[in-house]
């Protein structure tokens, strides 16, 4: 019995390290090819095919490193991106010089975000990191932004309420104003985040 319980922990523990990232790895995924280079050049605001749950904003803290993994427990690794740096991935919305790197979270699970980037055209899965925050559209459209505007508007509304497709804004005058922000899973705004 002693035996049967030792290989099984020993068992547990090799699983278990094997799931750990290694270096090369890593340094193999930095070297992205020059398909891949064309990334780097984000839009501030992206398109998307699905607007998911809402969005996970990161802290702005430079340090971090993103790895987006191909699996759920996080052993195959696409991509990583020192946050400060020229972005290789284009999350939804992206300037990380200000502090803004912000994925579109279309699925939640236990450990993981399943996220989207590259407007939309690719998935993957980022874990539960201290340096992102799950928020959702209704939060992040009245805490989050500077203001947003329609496609083809130049008033710029702060945000007092969102229920359904629609927003409440208010513009500089002081006028409410109701604006349809969403359409199934297209966004109809432009989002200011900066003054």
């Not at 874990?127 to 083809?152: A, C, Q, R, S």
């Amino acid at each position: 019995m002693k035996v049967n319980l030792f290989i099984i922990i020993l068992l547990i523990f090799t699983y278990c390290g094997s799931r750990e990232i290694n270096p090369l790895q890593i340094s193999t995924i930095n070297n992205f090819s020059e398909e891949n280079d064309s990334v780097k050049n984000c839009m501030s605001q992206g398109i998307t095919n699905d607007l998911g749950y809402g969005l996970l904003l990161w802290d702005g803290e430079c340090e971090q490193k993103i790895i987006i993994y191909e699996d759920t427990i996080f052993s195959k690794p696409l991509v990583s991106n020192d946050l400060c740096e020229k972005p290789v991935v284009c999350p939804f919305l992206c300037k990380p010089d200000y502090g803004i790197f912000h994925f579109i979270i279309i699925n939640i699970g236990n450990q993981y975000y399943e996220v989207s980037y590259d407007n939309g055209e690719k998935k993957g899965f980022i874990p539960l990191y201290d340096f992102y925050k799950f928020v959702t559209w209704e939060d992040f459209l009245i805490n989050h932004t500077t203001g947003v505007k329609g496609k083809d508007s130049n008033v710029t509304l702060q945000v007092v309420s969102v229920k359904d497709g629609f927003l409440i804004g208010v513009d500089d005058s002081g006028n409410k104003v109701k604006l349809k922000w969403k359409e199934n899973n297209e966004i109809l705004i432009n989002i200011m985040l900066l003054i």
